[in-house]
């Protein structure tokens, strides 16, 4: 590798050869949809905490005088309707993906701006994504931009870390014997299903199998894994992390942001 560092994890795994060994050094890394089909190492520098965090903080907040209210526009589009349900209206509040964080404290997604206080938020979608028969995610899904939409909050947010969360997966490592460690994971979207493509994304996020982890803060070791195989690392709220093939997950945190049950 290098000598003169990358600025991203991204920009690192794509650089990098196979059987490279790439150290991250402390700080919180905004990043998402990250892919590495090569084997490599990647580990946090010793002694140091790093994070790989799937929200932004959005620097476009504008005050609404008339509610009282902040919003920044132009926030990642969620898909709402991608849900295990074909129709996306059985699954009620547990449908949206969306989540905010205020001082690192997860906020509640409200379904209209009248009910935004100080401790939820709304997502406002003039052109949501939709499915091409209506209530019927079988049918297909009306591809729309990335982005487009408004976060509305209750709290002036100068003074305070508001956090939006803007990427469905963390990472996927394909590579034989491939090693990730010394992570936090945290503040990915739970979306259901990844059947939608987004234009934005090269690659599907479709995957055959998952392992369902609760509602709290988790820290794994496993072993290499001996046979080859898929394991997406997923909480309610997810973290997402793909591993397939001989991989080894080592002291990994990954933290869910659910303030919902699964149902």
């Not at 028969?133 to 990335?146: E, L, Q």
């Not at 195989?229 to 990954?254: F, G, I, K, M, Y």
Request: aromatic share 6%; proline share 6%; net charge positive.
């Amino acid at each position: 590798m290098e000598s003169r560092p990358y600025q991203t994890i991204g920009k690192a795994l794509k650089s990098a050869p196979a059987g490279a060994d790439i150290t991250v050094e402390g700080g919180t890394y905004r990043e998402g949809e990250l892919w590495s089909t090569r084997t490599v190492n990647l580990h946090a520098k010793a002694g140091e905490k790093v994070v790989l965090s799937g929200a932004e903080t959005p620097s476009n907040w504008a005050r609404d005088n008339r509610r009282g209210t902040y919003r920044a526009d132009n926030q990642v589009r969620h898909c709402d309707v991608c849900t295990t349900n074909a129709d996306p209206r059985k699954e009620g509040m547990a449908a949206y993906p969306e989540q905010v964080y205020l001082d690192g404290k997860p906020l509640k997604q409200v379904l209209s701006l009248n009910e935004v206080d100080a401790n939820s938020f709304y997502v406002e979608d003039k052109d949501p994504i939709t499915t091409r028969v209506p209530n019927n995610n079988t049918s297909g899904f009306n591809v729309k931009p990335h982005r487009g939409t408004s976060v509305h909050i209750g709290v002036n947010p100068s003074g305070h870390s508001v956090e939006v969360v803007s990427h469905s997966r963390a990472l996927t490592m394909t590579g034989n014997n491939t090693e990730l460690s010394g992570f936090r994971i945290e503040k990915y979207a739970p979306l259901q299903s990844w059947n939608y493509r987004d234009l934005r994304l090269t690659r599907s996020l479709v995957v055959p199998w998952y392992l369902s982890l609760g509602r709290r803060t988790t820290s794994m070791t496993t072993p290499s894994l001996s046979q080859p195989q898929h394991l997406l690392w997923r909480s309610v709220h997810p973290t997402d992390l793909w591993l397939t093939t001989t991989s080894s997950l080592r002291t990994v945190e990954a933290v869910s942001a659910s303030t919902e049950p699964v149902t």
